[in-house]
């Protein structure tokens, strides 16, 4: 069986020659042809055999996939190979892989797997043939799912007895009502870890919202999802808006927009309203519109001040708190006090009345005598 690179290069050359490839006459026709014109040298018989006009098994030599390579406009097969990795056209049976057994790896061990550049997951061994994944990027399966299967093989379809889905998104999170303000704020606290060092590679993810981040059921981590629409820093103008309503900075609408970190910081900004709001948490609000404002310079200029600006509000909430346990507490003292003094006024005024009662009655027995 032969490679779906060579399937696909043998389509390719058929398609470019234009001619029909059935007779032994065509393939020499072929042969020919290539080598007065590209000086490429396949005989008839290799032709023969690369097409199945004759029954052999025989793999072709590079020579003359490097031949047929520079046929269709690629400098040579291993070029062309890379080029099928990275054209958006192919489907995954071009990625190529190792054969991997689970029985080779220990728990903790991480597998990555392709179908091709843009599509991809990677994978946590978790014993016993269990995998969860970690990362994924254009692929069904989402972070956190676990299946189950015994090896990987190149060029072979990926068979999942069963899939369970281990996390959430946030937006199903925040809709589920169990929002508070320290899960907004551990969430908060890790999206900025992730938009940190996606920042630090000079790459913007561009499209931050409540469906592309991840929490896992086991510990509620986060993770940041779906870089379909990432770009980096270099690449400064955008071709078309990226983004989803709602999250997106104004500017990235405008034309010429650049690429920024300015605007991750806005849909962070809007995502941190979103889950405030289900917290009914005014501070962190406070912090989402200032991170969401609509002028860039306006915003906080990185990360560290997005984290500045929380501790501040974290701060001045453990002001408030300390100020009201304070007030609290005089107010007790007063009441306490009041309460005291009213009491002793009213003994006071028992013994007052005892002592008139026994004076009345000394009074009332000397007259008798």
């Known amino acids: 069986m032969k490679s779906p690179e060579i399937e696909e290069l043998k389509r390719l050359v058929k398609e470019k020659y234009e001619d029909t490839l059935a007779t032994s006459t065509d393939f020499e026709v072929f042969s020919l042809m290539l080598k007065n014109k590209y ?77 091709r550049p843009n599509r991809m997951v990677r994978l946590e061994y978790l014993g016993n043939s269990r995998y969860t994944v970690i990362e994924s990027s254009n692929s069904k399966m989402l972070f956190g799912d676990i299946f189950v299967t015994g090896c990987f093989i190149a ?41 940190e060092y996606m920042h630090a590679k000079q790459t913007v993810h561009r499209d931050i919202k409540p469906s592309n981040i991840m929490l896992t059921h086991r510990g509620g981590d986060v993770k940041l999802i779906d870089f379909g629409l990432s770009d980096s820093e270099t690449f400064c103008v955008l071709k078309i808006p990226a983004g989803t309503i709602g999250y997106m900075a104004p500017e990235q609408l405008q034309p010429g927009a650049k690429s920024d970190p300015c605007a991750d910081i806005y849909s962070f900004g809007k995502v941190l309203e979103y ?38 509000g974290e701060r001045s909430f453990a002001v408030v708190n300390a100020l009201l346990i304070a007030l609290a507490l005089v107010l007790l003292i007063v009441i306490g006090a009041m309460i005291n003094s009213r009491q002793t006024k009213q003994a006071d005024a028992v013994n007052a009345d005892s002592v008139s009662e026994k004076a009345a009655n000394k009074v009332m027995d000397s007259s008798l005598w």
Not at 55 to 77: M, Q
Not at 174 to 190: C, F, H, L, P, W
Not at 288 to 312: H, N, S
């Open 39 to 115: 000086n490429a040298n396949v005989s008839t018989s290799t032709l023969k055999r690369l097409y199945d006009y004759v029954g052999d098994e025989h793999k072709p030599r590079i020579s003359t996939l490097n031949a047929l390579s520079r046929y269709i406009g690629h400098p040579d097969f291993s070029r062309f190979v890379a080029w099928l990795k990275t054209s958006p056209c192919y489907n995954s049976s071009f990625f190529n892989a190792d054969q991997l057994m689970s029985s080779d790896l220990r728990c903790g061990d991480e597998v990555e797997i392709g179908w």
């Open 155 to 195: 060029e072979q379809p990926l068979y999942l007895p069963f899939l369970e889905r281990g996390g959430e998104t946030l937006e199903a999170a925040v809709k589920g009502g169990n929002m508070t303000e320290d899960k907004v704020r551990k969430i908060a606290s890790q999206l900025l870890d992730a938009m």
């Open 275 to 312: 889950m405030a709001e289900a917290a009914h948490c005014k501070s962190l609000a406070r912090v989402g519109q200032k991170c969401a404002a609509d002028e860039c310079d306006r915003r906080p200029a990185d990360i560290a001040q997005v984290r500045r600006l929380m501790a501040d």
